[in-house]
């Protein structure tokens, strides 16, 4: 199983199990309930290098060149910069839509996951979440953190099992989500 950073290449590979994972948000992003023209949105997200989708935020676990799984992360005291780009564009198409504050302040978000189906059970999603909270440890940043949708049962009890705890609840695209953190022991400064 390889974990490698995503590339522009992986757009169209990712852009379905982006959509798997994030559902109605993947509409308010796109300016879209078309799938095809979701799917194709997104893939151009993911190949732009500044915003929250980009594939810059995204690892991917390669199975002999098949993306068998995703994560997007980012830190939380630059989401709204990663943001701005979404937001400009769908203010320049006339949208309405709003997107909402899913975190902040000095954490590893963890924006999304998703596993393909062909590819479930084999513990991807679990060796995604523990290589954020790698990437977390090495650059010192104190928390990894997520939103989990109040619906989503199976998803709720990997993040507890893995040590996430609910910190609060919050709506993001008109659905009930826990915000839930995990402690990051960084290693003390070396001399």
Known sequence: ????????????????????AIHEIAYTLTASKNTSEVLERLAGWVEHPKN??????????D????VAGIIISYRGDEAEELDRPIREWLKARGSEEE???ETEGHVQYIDS?????????????????????????????????????????????LYTRLGFQKEKEI?????????????????????
């Open 113 to 157: 996951l998703a596993v393909a189906e062909a590819f479930g059970g084999q513990g991807i999603g679990t060796k995604l979440i523990e290589h954020i909270c790698t990437v977390a440890e090495e650059h010192r940043v104190p928390a990894v953190t997520l939103n989990v949708d109040q619906e989503n049962v199976a998803a709720h009890r």
């Open 99 to 101: 997107l909402d504050v």
């Open 52 to 61: 929250r989708l980009s594939h810059k935020n995204i690892w991917v676990v």
């Open 63 to 66: 199975v002999e060149g098949e």
């Open 1 to 20: 199983m390889n974990i490698r950073q995503a590339t522009k290449q992986d757009s169209k590979q990712i852009a379905p199990l982006m959509y798997q």
């Open 171 to 191: 709506n993001i695209s008109g659905a009930k989500f826990d915000y839930m953190k995990k402690e990051i022991n960084s290693p003390p400064f070396s001399v």
